[in-house]
Structures are given as structure tokens and as C-alpha cells.
């Protein structure tokens, strides 16, 4: 079963605007990843929080995690056409397995 | 350095068919996993390898589907015969396994179609 659960389904931004992403999930987890995947390629990692992390930077990536609350948030800031792609977060450690289990994703579109 | 590898990325087949993927990940990655990932959803997985042993196919259906990791590098995921349901994007991914973390790299996937 898919773990973690991205929202909203779809978002369409202009550029420069941020772009913010939530992921909720339902048992205890080791770590949260994010992952992007553009049109026809594979899945790429952008950046790992481990549950007694609660927030981390990568560049435009800003990334929250909430224990109590079981979610996540992932933040794009100042966003470019080059954003525009599927965010998935992918959840592990629950049960054991830190195999990371992967939601439906977040479409996002950025408009030049 | 040299990413995961995946050929074909393309391919198409009656049902009843077989198909075969193959897989080269990254050099000195132990770990190799393959992921079926259907139209709108994530990428689900079908199983993990450690070097050249089988760590996790719960949810490979072994009655058509088959994988294999000789001399625990390059793999091949076979399915043999296709089900139109068998439509979706194959990921292949490697890892260093790292304690509990496991960061994965992602090849570019092979898209099959059954028709």
C-alpha cells in the first residue's frame, strides 16, 4: 500500500511564484524523501529529512516535517518553467521496512 | 558518474507476450530495485536485491513476472505472458545501503504498452 499521500493532485503557478506541496502519511517513518519526475524521465531525489529533522534547505527547496501531524511540506521558491514537473513523496521506515514508499505524486506546472 | 541504465525505453507488445527489461545501475551500488509505475501513480515496488540475493518480491507476481541479478550487477525483469494491466512505466534504481537511509538512483524507466 502507498504510504504517503501528496496534496493538492494538480497545481499551476506562474513563474516566480512559490510553489508549496503537502504529504500526509499515517504510521510512524525513519525518513521522508522527495522526489521529482519530469515528463519521460526517471525519478530524481532532491532531498531526505529523518524524523527528528524538521526542516531542510537545498537551494529553492525548502522542506518541513511535522511528526505529530504526519506530514510533510515541500516548497519551491521563486519557481521556473524548469520546475514544472511530478513531486513525489515517498515515506520509510514504517513497519520495519526502510524501503521508501512512494504517494501518487503532485503535477505541477509552472507558466513562463 | 555514470547513472542507471535501462534499455529498452521503449516498447510495445501483443498480450500473451513476453517481454524482458534490462537494468545496469550505478558501479559498486549493492543494492538494485525494480518499480512498476502506472499512468498517474507512483512507483510501486516489485523487488530488491542485495548484491545477488532477493530481499523483498512481496509484491512482484511471480506467476508471470521474474527477475534475476547474476554475479550481483546488471538485472533482467521478464514477463512472460503480458496482461493489457502489465501497461506502465518499469524503474530500475540502485542504492548504496546505508544503515537505515536509503537514497535511491533512478534509470530513465521502460515504457511498455500492451496491446
Known amino acids: 500500500s502507498q504510504q504517503g499521500e501528496e496534496d493538492p493532485q494538480a497545481l499551476s503557478i506562474q513563474e516566480g511564484e512559490n510553489a508549496t506541496m503537502n504529504c500526509s502519511y499515517k504510521?510512524?517513518?525513519?525518513?521522508l524523501q522527495w522526489y521529482r519526475q519530469n515528463s519521460g524521465r526517471g525519478l530524481v531525489h532532491l532531498i531526505l529529512?529523518?524524523?527528528?529533522?524538521r526542516e531542510k534547505h537545498s537551494g529553492r527547496l525548502r522542506v518541513t516535517l511535522d511528526t505529530s501531524k504526519k506530514s510533510s511540506s515541500l516548497l519551491i521558491t521563486a519557481s521556473r518553467a524548469a520546475d514544472t514537473a511530478s513531486y513525489f513523496c515517498?515515506?520509510?521506515?514504517?513497519?520495519?521496512?526502510?524501503?521508501?514508499?512512494f504517494g501518487r505524486g503532485t503535477s505541477l506546472i509552472v507558466h513562463p | 558518474e555514470a547513472g542507471v541504465a535501462q534499455s529498452p525505453r521503449y516498447k510495445i507488445i501483443e498480450k500473451r507476450q513476453s517481454v524482458a527489461f534490462w537494468c545496469n545501475p550505478i558501479?559498486?551500488?549493492?543494492?538494485l530495485y525494480w518499480y512498476q509505475q502506472i499512468l498517474g501513480q507512483g512507483p510501486k515496488l516489485l523487488i530488491q536485491f542485495q548484491n545477488n540475493g532477493v530481499v523483498d518480491d512481496s509484491q512482484l507476481p511471480k506467476d508471470r513476472f521474474s527477475a534475476e541479478r547474476l554475479k550481483g550487477v546488471d538485472s533482467t525483469l521478464k514477463i512472460q505472458p503480458a496482461k493489457l494491466e502489465d501497461s506502465a512505466v518499469y524503474l530500475c534504481?540502485?542504492?548504496?545501503?546505508?544503515?537505515?537511509?536509503?537514497?535511491?538512483?533512478f534509470g530513465p524507466g521502460t515504457r511498455l504498452t500492451v496491446t
Open positions: 534504481a540502485s542504492s548504496l545501503t546505508s544503515g537505515s537511509i536509503y537514497e535511491q538512483y
Open positions: 504510521t510512524s517513518i525513519n525518513n
Open positions: 529529512i529523518r524524523s527528528n529533522e
Open positions: 558501479s559498486g551500488h549493492a543494492t
Open positions: 515517498a515515506t520509510a521506515g514504517s513497519g520495519g521496512s526502510y524501503i521508501p514508499t
